[in-house]
């Protein structure tokens, strides 16, 4: 399952965790991606959204 956004399309980025001694560490930023129930072309349909759109409203949920 990848991580993208079925909305925005965002998806993983990449960059470093940085300890007090400043030793880089390669690391990933996933995207907080959240499960949601909505109706596209008339089915419903679960799909994985990023609060970020969730919170604009991009995305209307079904109500089960």
Do not use: W, Y
């Not at 925005?8 to 560490?25: A, E, L, M, Q, Y």
């Not at 419903?44 to 995305?59: F, H």
Request: include cysteine; charged fraction near 30%; hydrophobic fraction near 35%.
């Amino acid at each position: 399952m990848s991580a993208r956004c079925a909305v925005c399309g965002k998806g993983p980025k990449t960059g470093f965790s940085v300890t007090h001694s400043h030793i880089r560490n390669k690391r990933l930023f996933r995207p907080n991606l959240q499960p949601v129930r909505t109706t596209i072309d008339g089915e419903n349909v679960r799909i994985r959204v990023c609060v970020k759109c969730l919170k604009a409203g991009k995305i209307d949920r079904v109500k089960a």
